[in-house]
C-alpha cells in the first residue's frame, strides 16, 4: 500500500501511509485507539475507498472497491466481533454466500471434504456438525479463521484477536498462526498488546496519528521502544509500588446473591464477596461468566432473585434491593462496562452527559429546575482536573474520543467522593496515554479509602490494579489470590475452572 | 441527529430545501395536469396570508396543529411514537364539551373556560396512558395501541353523540350548544376589546394558549429535571436506568404530557368555534401533528413555525381549489402529501449530499490556497 490517505469530514485518519508486507511473514500493526489501523485495514478490505493512494497486492496493482474483490484477490479478515450466524452450523457458516453447489446436500458434501483437509494441514479443529451457538469462543474463532482460509485467503487479516480468549487459547491461537506462516500465509495482526506482537510478529509498523512512525523487525525492538513509539513519549505501565496501607474496614458485603437472566438461567450462583476501605479487588475471568452481573447489581442496576448486601451502613435483600440511585445516595459509584449504552447519553452535549444520575443532586437541580449554568461550571472543573479534551461542555457526547470520554465519566464518578467504586473495563477503548492517567486516578482513590472493585477482561490490567484478585467462572467464584501469589498461568487455570 | 452536518444547517437549510423540493414536485405535477404552478402558488400564498381573513383561518388551523405537534414531540423526546394524537384530541373535546354541557349554565366564564382546558387534557392525558401503560409493563407496542386506541375514540363519540347527547328529534348528530360561558373570546372581539379592528373568522385566543403551552414544553424539555429524565430515556434507556430513572415511569409520564397537550385541542375547535359537540372536529389534526412534529425537529419553535406553514397550505388550498378552474380539493391534499414525505418520511434523504456539499464548499478556499 502506497501513499494511502483517508479523511472523514476534518479528521485525517490515513496520511501518506506507506506499508508493505513481505509474503509468508506476521505483520504486526499497532497504535493507539485512533490512530489509523483500522482505517487502513478498512481500505485494504474494501469497505472504504482511499482519497488518493495506490494498493499492490503480489506485485500487481489492484483497486479493492468491496470486500468481494478483496476476497478474489485472497485477503480475508477476522473481525473482532465475529460475523457468524447463532442459529446454524459451524459447516452452514462457512459456505453461506459462497455454496459450490445449488444443491445444499451436494454443496455440503463438497465443503466438508475440503475443510477435512485444510483442517487436517493447519490445525484449526472444529465440530462442523454443532450449532455456532454452543461453540466456544475460541472455536468460534478458529471457525472464523476457517472460513476465510476456505475462501482462497492468502493475506489474513486479524482485528484484535485475542481480546476475547484466555492466555491458554491465545497460546493455542498464536501455535495455529504460526503454522499458517510456516505454510506460506500472510498474516496482518492488528493490536495493542504489544506483548503479543513481541512473541508472534516477525516485523511490525506503528501508527501514530493517521501516520505510520516506526516499521521495524521485531528482533531490533522492545516493547518500551515501540510503546515510547505509539504514544510519543516515555510511558509508565505496570504496577507502581503496593497498598501503602493494609485494608480497612469492609465497606461492602453480599451474602449468596443469585441473579438469573430473563429466561431464568442463573447468571450468578451465590456471591459472597467484601469490599474493604484502601484496597483494590479485580475480577479476572473470560468475558460472560458472570462479571457484568456482579457490576450490575451491586450498583443497583439488576435486582437478584436471593441473597443480601451490606452497603453504606444500610442493608438489603432480595425482593427489596437497591436501586442505582439509592445507591448513589450511599456513595456507591459505577463505572459502568459499556459507555455507549449506559456511561453516558451519546446524543447529549458533554455537560448532559456529566451529570447524568446526579441530577437529583441539590446543587444541581433546585425545585425541578436545572441550575445550566453550575452544571456547565461542574462539567469545565471535571474536565479541567481529567483533562478531557477538547475542553468544550456544549460537543455532542459521541464527538468525544473513546479516552476523553472514560475519563469524563471517571470524572463524574470519582468527583462526589464516593465510598464504593464499582469500575468495569476502565481502559477498554481508551488509548495508552490516557490508561496511565485512569490508573493513577484509581489508585489514589483507593490510597484515599475508598474500596474499589474493577472488573476487567484483560489480565494485565488486574494484576497492574488489584491488590486482590478473584477469578470467576460460570457465575461462580473460581478461586482467590493475593496479588503476590497471581500469575497468569494461575489465573489462566482458574479462568477455565480448574484448580489452580 | 445528523453528525455530518452543522447545526444551523440542520436546523433551517434541511427544512427550507426539503419544503423547496416538495413544492418543485408539486409544481411539476400541477403543470402535468395542465395548470400554472406559478399560479396556483401565488393564489396559495396570497389566500393564506394575503387578508385579514385569510391570515386568521391561517393562523386557526395553526392554533390546532401546534397542540397535536408539541403532542407528538413531547412522546418523541422519550423515545416514543405517538399515532394516537387524533383520538386524544377526540377524547380532550369530549371532555371539554361534557363540562360545558353539565355546568356551563350555572358557572361564570372565568371557571368554566379553565375547567373545560383541565377536562380537556385530562380526558386526552388518560387516554394517552393506558397505551403508555401497556406499553411499559405489557410490552404491546405503542404505535399499534395508539392507532387501535383512534378507532376506539372516534367510535366512542359517535355512540355518545348519536345514542346520549344528540338534541331529540333533531336530524343533525351535535349535542345542544353550551352557554356563552363556554365560548371562548373570538380574536376578532378580543382585539376589539384592544381598540383594534380585525375581520371575522374562527381565529380564537387559544392560539394565545397554545403558544403558551409551546412555551411550557420548552422550559419542561430543556430546563426541568423531569424533562431531562424524560429526554435521557428517549435517547437511552439503558443510559437512563444506569442513572436511576425508571423507563417505565417516563413512558407513562410522556404519554400522559402527550396526552394532555392533544387534548386541548377541543380549545380551539370546541370552546372556540362550534360551541356544542360535534362529529369530526379533529377532522386528522392529530396526524397532521406527526407531519408538524417531524417538520419542526420536534422542537417547540421549529413546531410553532410548521404549525404556521401547514395552517397556510390549509387555509391557501382551499383559496386555490376555489379560484383556479379545474384544480380540485384532492391537488391540494396532494401538495400536502409532499410536503409530509419530503419534510417529514424522507426528512434526512438529502443531508449526506448536503453535507458533502457544504464541505467542499468550505475546503475550497483552502484548496486554492495549495493550487
Not at chain 1, 456511561?343 to 447529549?348: C, G, I, Q
Not at chain 2, 375547535?269 to 360551541?275: C, H, L, M, Q
Given at each position: 500500500m502506497t501513499g494511502i490517505h483517508k479523511r472523514f469530514g476534518a479528521v485525517q485518519a490515513n496520511a501518506d501511509v506507506h506499508l508493505s508486507v513481505a509474503e509468508g511473514t506476521v505483520h504486526g500493526i499497532v497504535g493507539e485507539n485512533g490512530a489509523g489501523k483500522s482505517t487502513l485495514m478498512s481500505v485494504l478490505y474494501g469497505f472504504y475507498s482511499c482519497d488518493s493512494g495506490s494498493i499492490q497486492v503480489s506485485g500487481k496493482p489492484a483497486t479493492i472497491r468491496n470486500s468481494h474483490e478483496a476476497i478474489a484477490l485472497g485477503i480475508g479478515m477476522v473481525h473482532q466481533h465475529f460475523m457468524l450466524v447463532d442459529t446454524l452450523s459451524a459447516l452452514e457458516n462457512v459456505m453461506l454466500g459462497a455454496e459450490p453447489h445449488v444443491l445444499l446436500h451436494k454443496a455440503e458434501a463438497q465443503v466438508r471434504g475440503k475443510l477435512a483437509g485444510l483442517m487436517e494441514s493447519t490445525g484449526l479443529r472444529v465440530d462442523l456438525d454443532a450449532l455456532v451457538a454452543d461453540l466456544s469462543v475460541g472455536d468460534r474463532q478458529r471457525l472464523e479463521i476457517l472460513k476465510t482460509l476456505y475462501r482462497g485467503a492468502r493475506i489474513l487479516i486479524l482485528d484484535e484477536p485475542t481480546a476475547v480468549l484466555t492466555p491458554q487459547e491465545t497460546e493455542q491461537l498464536f501455535g495455529v498462526l504460526a503454522l499458517l506462516r510456516d505454510n506460506g500465509t500472510t498474516i496482518l495482526l492488528i493490536t495493542h498488546k504489544l506483548k503479543e506482537v513481541m512473541r508472534l510478529c516477525d516485523f511490525v509498523t506503528v501508527m501514530r496519528g493517521g501516520r505510520v512512525v516506526q516499521e521495524v523487525a521485531i528482533a531490533d525492538t522492545s516493547i518500551e521502544s515501540l510503546a515510547e513509539a505509539m504514544v510519543g513519549r516515555k510511558v509508565q505501565m505496570g504496577r507502581q509500588g503496593e497498598a501503602t496501607q493494609a485494608p480497612g474496614a469492609v465497606l461492602l458485603k453480599t451474602r449468596g446473591v443469585v441473579v438469573r437472566d430473563v429466561l431464568q438461567?442463573?447468571?450468578?450462583?451465590?456471591l459472597d464477596i467484601e469490599l474493604r476501605a484502601g484496597e483494590i479487588v479485580g475480577i479476572a475471568g473470560v468475558s460472560g461468566n458472570g462479571q457484568s452481573e456482579v457490576l450490575e447489581v451491586l450498583s443497583g442496576l439488576l435486582a437478584p432473585s436471593g441473597g443480601a448486601m451490606e452497603v453504606g451502613g444500610a442493608s438489603f435483600h432480595a425482593g427489596a434491593w437497591l436501586d442505582p440511585r439509592k445507591a448513589r445516595a450511599l456513595g456507591v459509584a459505577h463505572v459502568p462496562e459499556d459507555r455507549h449504552e449506559r456511561?453516558?447519553?451519546?446524543?447529549?452535549q458533554a455537560w448532559e452527559s456529566a451529570v447524568l444520575g446526579y441530577q437529583w443532586l441539590a446543587s444541581y437541580c433546585r425545585q425541578g429546575w436545572m441550575d445550566h449554568s453550575h452544571m456547565v461550571g461542574a462539567t469545565v472543573d471535571m474536565m479541567d482536573r481529567f483533562d478531557v479534551r477538547p475542553r468544550n461542555a456544549h460537543l455532542m457526547s459521541a464527538s468525544f474520543s473513546g479516552g476523553n470520554q472514560q475519563k469524563l465519566v471517571l470524572a463524574r464518578e470519582l468527583g462526589?467522593?464516593?465510598t464504593v467504586l464499582l469500575v468495569g473495563q476502565p481502559t477498554r477503548g481508551v488509548d495508552i496515554g490516557a490508561i496511565e492517567f485512569i490508573y493513577s486516578q484509581l489508585r489514589s482513590m483507593r490510597d484515599a479509602g475508598c474500596a474499589v472493585l474493577v472488573v476487567s477482561s484483560e489480565l494485565d490490567e488486574i494484576l497492574a490494579l488489584a491488590d486482590r484478585v478473584i477469578v470467576m467462572n460460570q457465575g461462580r467464584i473460581s478461586g482467590e489470590l493475593p496479588i503476590a501469589e497471581c500469575t497468569e498461568a494461575r489465573l489462566g487455570m482458574l479462568m477455565i475452572g480448574g484448580a489452580a | 441527529m445528523n453528525a455530518g452536518l452543522p447545526r444551523w444547517a440542520d436546523l433551517f437549510l434541511l427544512p427550507a430545501v426539503n419544503l423547496a423540493v416538495a413544492l418543485m414536485a408539486a409544481g411539476v405535477m400541477v403543470a402535468l395536469v395542465g395548470q400554472d404552478p406559478a399560479e396556483v402558488i401565488q393564489v396559495l400564498i396570497r389566500g393564506a396570508f394575503g387578508s385579514q381573513r385569510g391570515l386568521s383561518y391561517t393562523l386557526y388551523y395553526a392554533t390546532t396543529f401546534i397542540f397535536t405537534g408539541l403532542a407528538v414531540s413531547v412522546a418523541f423526546h422519550a423515545g416514543l411514537f405517538n399515532i394516537g394524537g387524533e383520538g386524544q384530541a377526540i377524547l380532550g373535546g369530549l371532555g371539554a364539551g361534557l363540562v360545558a354541557l353539565w355546568f356551563s349554565s350555572f358557572l361564570p366564564a372565568w371557571v368554566m373556560l379553565p375547567l373545560m382546558l383541565l377536562a380537556g387534557a385530562l380526558f386526552g392525558m388518560a387516554w394517552a396512558a393506558v397505551p403508555g401503560y401497556l406499553q411499559a409493563y405489557r410490552g404491546s407496542h405503542i404505535v399499534i395501541t395508539t392507532i387501535m386506541f383512534n378507532f376506539l375514540a372516534s367510535s366512542l363519540l359517535v355512540y355518545l353523540l348519536v345514542n346520549h347527547m344528540k338534541v331529540p328529534g333533531s336530524m343533525a348528530v351535535e349535542s345542544a350548544p353550551f352557554a356563552e360561558s363556554a365560548k371562548l373570546p373570538r380574536m376578532h372581539e378580543f382585539l376589539a376589546g384592544m381598540g383594534v379592528q380585525w375581520s371575522a373568522s374562527p381565529l380564537n385566543t387559544s392560539l394565545f394558549l397554545a403558544l403558551l403551552a409551546a412555551l411550557c414544553v420548552y422550559l419542561l424539555l430543556w430546563h426541568t429535571r423531569a424533562g431531562y429524565n424524560l429526554r435521557a430515556t428517549g435517547s437511552s434507556a439503558s443510559a437512563a436506568a444506569y442513572a436511576g430513572i425508571n423507563p417505565k415511569h417516563q413512558v407513562i409520564m410522556a404519554m400522559g404530557v402527550s396526552g394532555a397537550l392533544a387534548g386541548m385541542v377541543g380549545m380551539n375547535?370546541?370552546?372556540?368555534?362550534?360551541?356544542r359537540l360535534m362529529l369530526e372536529y379533529v377532522s386528522g389534526a392529530g396526524f397532521t401533528g406527526i407531519a408538524v412534529a417531524l417538520m419542526g425537529r420536534n422542537h417547540p419553535v421549529g413546531i410553532v413555525v410548521a404549525s404556521i406553514l401547514f395552517g397556510a397550505l390549509f387555509q391557501g388550498g382551499a383559496e386555490v381549489s376555489f379560484d383556479v378552474k379545474g384544480f380540485s380539493r384532492d391537488m391540494v391534499v396532494m401538495l400536502q402529501g409532499f410536503i409530509v414525505l419530503f419534510s417529514g418520511a424522507m426528512a434526512y434523504v438529502l443531508a449526506p449530499g448536503m453535507a458533502r456539499l457544504l464541505a467542499a464548499m468550505r475546503s475550497k478556499p483552502r484548496g486554492a490556497v495549495h493550487g
Open positions: 438461567v442463573v447468571r450468578l450462583h451465590g456511561a453516558m447519553v451519546m446524543s447529549f462526589q467522593a464516593p | 375547535e370546541i370552546a372556540g368555534v362550534t360551541g
